[in-house]
C-alpha cells in the first residue's frame, strides 16, 4: 500500500499537501499556520486565540456581513483552532464550491483587518467563554494542574484561551501585530483531501492561495523542560453548589518525536485506556463503580505535555479514586504489563489508525499531523509494524522510566468534601 | 450518492430487519443494533430504565463473560459506543473487516442473552447517578432538564433520559431485566451493517446469530399519549451558582413523521443556520454566522452565543432556541429580539437569495453527515427506526419543495407565545448562597 500524497511548496513558500478519496463527495481542508499561543507575552495570554476568533470578522476588502454571508451560501463549515503551537484551520466543502472557498480562504488569512467594534464584540463572548469555563470543575481542575506542574512563567502552564484580565488587556494593535507576524505563506502547511484528483487541487491552490504574497517559515520550538516536584504537591478548588469532583493528577510528560513514545503508547493503553480507562479506569469505573469516566494520557505535543490522570467522582471518592490510580501506576512501573496486554493495545491502535483516515478529514489531519512532524506521508500505513516491533521489555522500560507515582501533582475541583 | 444505493433490506423469520449497505472505500465495516426503546417508553418510577439497561449491556452475556466483553471490540481495532436517546437505543462497533462475525455475534447476545448480575445492577447505579451528577454540573443541562419538564405536561418526552434520581435508587434488577427483555425483542430491532464485507457471507453470519433468537411473547406497549395543545406560555426559572445566564425557548413541533416537520426545518435554517439531522456526528445547534439569530443576538452583542434546533424525534417534541447571555438584565432584551426575527420572516420580505442560500447548506450538511461507514449506518438505523429510510432519503427533495410561504405557515402555526416554554438559568454569586 502506499500513501499516495501528492506535495508542492508553492512559489510563496506554502507547502501543499493533496490526497484522492473517492468516497465521500466533499473536500476536507486543513491548514496549520507555526503559530500557537506559547508565544503570547504572558500579560496578554490569549492573544493568539482572540486573533484568531477574529479571522472572519473583516478583511481589507469586506466586513463580516459579507464573509458570513459567502461562507454559508458556499455551504462551507469552516473553522478555527488556536494550539500551543500552531493556529489552524478545518473546513469542508462540497467538491463543487472547493474553489470559490479557497478564495475566500485566501482572503480571510492573507488580510485580516477586523475593525474596533468586532474586537470588542469578541472580547464579550471571549469573557462570557471564560466565565463558563470557570464554572466547569473539570476544566478548573485541569487548568489548575497546569500551572502546578509548569509554573506561571511557562507557556504551558498558562491557559491559552486566556484570562479575564488578560483579555482585557489585548488591543487592536497587538491583534493586527500578532497577524503580521504569524499568518505568512511560507508559515503555514495545506492538506487537502477528498473527491478531486491532486493534480486539479494542486492547480487550484496555486491560483488561489498562492496568490498570496510573503514570507514566513514553517517553524515549532519546543518549549523548555520543568523538573519533577520533589514530592507530592496537591491543590484543592472548593466551587459552590456542583455536585461532582473533577480529579487532574499528573506531571510532565514526553515531546512527540521522544523515542520512548511508540513504548508509552501501548503502555498507557493498557494503564488508562482500553475498553473504557484500561487497568485504570477497570477499578475506579467497573470495579469500585465510583467514576463516570477516569482515564490516562500522555499529552506528547512539540514540547513535553503532561501526562495526566483524570475521573469525575463523587467528593466523598477523590481520596479512593488518586488511591487506585497511584497504585496503578506503582504497578505498571514496578511489574510492567503482561505480553496479552501489549497485544490487545497492538490492535486496538493498529486499527484505531484505518478509522481515523477513513473520513476526508481524518486523513486530512492524519497527513498534517505528520508533516508537522516530520513522520513522512506513510506513517499511519506502518504505524502497526511501528508498534509490533517493540518488545516487551522496550515498554515495560518504558514506563519505569516515564510513571511517577510519588512525584506528582494534583488538583481537584468541586464542591466542599466531607 | 443516495444512502439507499446497493442497499439490501430484508426481515429474518422472527421480526428482525437488516439492513446490509456494502461499501469498499475502506477496510472496515460498521455494525449497529437498533431497538425502539428510549426514554418515551418509561414510566413513573423506571424513568432512566432504558439508558441503564444500555448501560447493563456492556457487563457480559450468557456466551461472552465479561472478561471476555471486555476488549472484544478493541482486539479488531474497533471502536464501539452506544447511547439512548428519546425514542431509541442503539450500540455500535466500527472495526476491521475481519471482525465482522465478533460484532454481530457480540450484538446477537445483547439481543438476548445479557445477564444483568444484582452486583453489576448496583455498581453500575453508582456510576450512572455519578453520570447524572456531572450533567447537573453544567447549567446549561440543568436548564435543559427544567424547561423540557414544564414544557411536556403528558407525553414521556418529559422524563430526562438519564432519568430522575429518586428512580435510579430506587429501580429493582428485575425492573431493569424486565425492561429489557420486553423491548430487546427482534421484532422491536433493526440491524445495520455498512462497510467492505461479502454481502452473502454476512447474510449467512446474521441467519447464524440471529435467527435462533425468538421475539418476547408480548409486544411492547406503544406510547399512546398525546401531549395536549398548550394554551399558553410557560416558565421555567432555576437558580444557581453558575457563571452565566442562559435563556432556552421551546415551542412544541412536529415529529419527523409530520409533513410540517420540513417546512419547520426550513424555517429553522432560515432563522438560525441548518442543524441538521444526524444527532450522533455533526449536529450543530450553533447559530450559522450569517444567519439572522446570529446577526440579531452575537453580531448585536446581546449574547454570547445563540443557536437553535429541530430534533428528528417520532413523536412531536421541540424546537428549541437557545441563547448564552452576557447579563442577566439582557434577558428581556434578547428574547424580545428572538421573537422580532421570528416575527420578522414570518412577515418582512426575505430575498430569493437567502432562501437558495440556506438551501445550499442544507444540501452540504446532509452530505456532511454522512461521510463515512459509521455515520452511514448510523442515518440508516436511526432513521429506520423510527420513519422511514425513503422519508429520510426525502428530506432535500421535500425541502426544496418547500416554499416560503410553505415555511412562515408553519412558523405560524408553531412558534407562537401560547405554545412556547421559555427557560431561565439566573447565575448566583456562591456568597448569597452559602
Known amino acids: ?418 | 450518492m443516495p444512502l439507499s444505493n446497493g442497499l439490501i433490506d430484508y426481515t429474518l423469520p422472527n421480526g428482525l430487519r437488516v439492513l446490509l449497505r456494502p461499501t469498499r472505500f475502506a477496510p472496515l465495516v460498521s455494525v449497529w443494533a437498533w431497538y425502539h426503546v428510549g426514554s418515551k417508553n418509561e414510566g413513573s418510577g423506571t424513568t432512566g430504565a432504558s439508558h441503564w439497561v444500555e448501560h447493563m449491556n456492556f457487563k457480559g452475556t450468557t456466551n461472552i463473560p465479561r472478561r471476555q466483553i471486555k476488549g472484544i471490540i478493541e482486539r479488531q481495532g474497533g471502536f464501539w459506543n452506544g447511547y439512548t436517546f428519546v425514542d431509541q437505543t442503539t450500540y455500535m462497533e466500527t472495526l476491521r473487516k475481519e471482525g465482522l462475525e465478533t460484532a454481530l455475534r457480540l450484538e446477537a447476545e445483547r439481543m438476548h442473552n445479557s445477564l444483568f448480575e444484582p452486583a453489576e445492577v448496583d455498581s453500575e447505579r453508582t456510576v450512572i447517578i455519578s453520570e447524572l451528577r456531572g450533567n447537573e454540573n453544567d447549567p446549561a443541562e440543568l436548564l435543559d432538564r427544567e424547561t423540557v419538564a414544564a414544557a411536556f405536561r403528558a407525553h414521556p418526552y418529559r422524563w430526562p433520559v438519564i432519568g430522575w434520581q429518586g428512580d435510579l435508587e430506587a429501580m429493582s434488577r428485575d425492573d431493569l431485566y424486565l425492561h429489557y427483555r420486553r423491548h430487546y425483542s427482534p421484532d422491536n430491532a433493526v440491524l445495520v451493517v455498512v462497510g467492505d464485507f461479502n454481502v452473502r457471507e454476512a447474510r449467512a453470519l446474521i441467519k447464524k446469530h440471529y435467527g435462533p433468537i425468538e421475539r418476547w411473547p408480548e409486544s411492547p406497549r406503544p406510547v399512546t399519549t398525546a401531549e395536549p395543545p398548550q394554551r399558553g406560555e410557560r416558565r421555567a426559572e432555576v437558580r444557581r451558582v453558575g457563571a452565566t445566564p442562559l435563556l432556552h425557548i421551546c415551542y412544541h413541533a412536529p415529529g419527523f413523521n409530520d409533513d410540517d416537520f420540513f417546512p419547520l426545518l426550513l424555517f429553522d435554517a432560515l432563522l438560525a443556520g441548518p442543524s441538521g439531522l444526524n444527532i450522533f456526528g455533526g449536529f450543530s445547534s450553533g447559530a450559522g454566522r450569517s444567519s439572522r439569530l446570529y446577526r440579531e443576538l452575537i453580531d448585536s452583542g446581546l449574547s454570547a452565543s445563540a443557536g437553535a434546533f429541530l430534533l428528528p424525534t417520532e413523536h412531536p417534541h421541540l424546537y428549541t432556541i437557545s441563547a448564552v447571555l452576557k447579563n442577566e438584565e439582557d434577558f428581556p432584551a434578547v428574547e424580545n429580539a428572538v421573537y422580532q426575527t421570528i416575527e420578522d420572516i414570518i412577515h418582512r420580505p426575505v430575498p430569493k437569495a437567502e432562501v437558495e442560500k440556506t438551501r445550499t447548506q442544507l444540501r452540504s450538511r446532509l452530505a456532511y453527515e454522512q461521510e463515512g461507514i459509521t455515520s452511514m449506518a448510523h442515518q440508516l438505523g436511526f432513521f429506520a427506526t423510527i420513519s422511514d429510510i425513503a422519508r429520510y432519503e426525502s428530506v432535500l427533495d421535500r425541502v426544496s419543495a418547500v416554499t416560503l410561504d410553505g415555511a412562515r405557515t408553519a412558523a405560524l402555526k408553531y412558534l407562537e407565545a401560547d405554545n412556547r416554554t421559555v427557560g431561565r438559568f439566573w447565575p448566583q454569586s456562591p456568597e448569597v448562597t452559602k
Open chain 1, 1 to 418: 500500500m502506499k500513501a499516495d500524497v501528492l506535495h508542492a511548496t508553492l512559489r510563496n513558500g506554502m507547502r501543499l499537501l493533496a490526497r484522492r478519496n473517492p468516497a465521500n463527495p466533499t473536500v476536507s481542508i486543513q491548514l496549520a499556520f507555526a503559530a500557537g499561543a506559547v508565544n503570547d507575552p504572558p500579560s496578554k495570554s490569549g492573544l493568539a486565540g482572540f486573533a484568531k476568533s477574529l479571522l472572519t470578522k473583516g478583511t481589507a476588502k469586506h466586513d463580516t456581513a459579507w464573509i458570513a454571508e459567502k461562507i454559508d451560501s458556499l455551504g462551507l463549515e469552516i473553522g478555527f483552532a488556536s494550539g500551543r503551537h500552531t493556529l489552524g484551520l478545518s473546513a469542508r466543502v462540497l467538491v463543487e464550491n472547493l474553489r470559490p472557498a479557497l478564495a475566500l480562504i485566501r482572503e480571510v488569512i492573507a488580510e485580516p483587518q477586523p475593525p474596533a467594534d468586532e474586537l470588542e464584540k469578541m472580547r464579550g463572548r471571549i469573557v462570557t467563554a471564560i466565565r463558563r469555563r470557570l464554572d466547569d470543575p473539570a476544566t478548573v481542575a485541569g487548568e489548575t494542574l497546569a500551572a502546578m506542574i509548569y509554573g506561571p512563567r511557562h507557556p504551558y502552564g498558562r491557559e491559552p484561551q486566556g484570562t479575564l484580565k488578560s483579555i482585557a488587556a489585548v488591543e487592536l494593535e497587538d491583534i493586527q501585530a500578532f497577524y503580521e507576524a504569524a499568518l505568512a505563506p511560507g508559515a503555514a502547511i495545506v492538506v487537502i483531501v477528498g473527491d478531486i484528483e491532486p493534480n486539479e487541487i494542486e492547480v487550484l491552490v496555486a491560483e488561489t492561495l498562492g496568490r498570496w504574497r510573503g514570507g514566513g517559515e514553517f517553524k515549532l520550538e519546543p518549549p523548555k523542560d520543568v523538573s519533577l516536584p520533589a514530592e507530592p504537591r496537591r491543590k484543592f478548588v472548593a466551587m459552590a453548589e456542583k455536585t461532582q469532583s473533577d480529579v487532574a493528577l499528573g506531571y510532565q510528560g514526553i515531546r512527540r518525536l521522544d523515542p520512548d513514545y511508540h513504548a508509552l503508547q501501548v503502555g498507557n493503553t493498557v494503564l488508562g485506556r482500553l475498553s473504557l480507562g484500561g487497568r485504570v479506569g477497570q477499578r475506579v469505573r467497573d470495579r469500585e463503580g465510583m467514576a463516570y469516566y477516569a482515564y490516562t494520557g500522555f499529552d506528547a505535543g512539540i514540547g513535553a505535555g503532561p501526562f495526566v490522570f483524570r475521573a469525575g467522582v463523587a467528593p466523598q471518592n477523590v481520596e479512593r479514586a488518586v488511591e487506585i490510580a497511584l497504585d496503578e501506576m506503582r504497578r505498571a512501573r514496578d511489574k510492567g504489563i503482561t505480553a496479552k496486554e501489549i497485544e490487545d493495545a497492538v490492535l486496538y491502535l493498529g486499527g484505531g489508525i484505518a478509522r481515523q483516515v477513513e473520513t476526508n478529514g481524518g486523513m486530512a489531519s492524519t497527513l498534517l499531523s505528520q508533516e508537522i512532524f516530520g513522520l513522512g506521508d506513510d506513517y499511519y500505513l506502518r504505524y502497526e509494524s511501528i508498534l509490533r516491533a517493540l518488545k516487551r521489555r522496550d515498554i515495560n522500560d518504558a514506563l519505569a522510566r516515564h510513571l511517577h507515582p510519588d512525584n506528582y501533582c494534583l488538583a481537584v475541583a468541586g464542591p466542599q468534601g466531607k
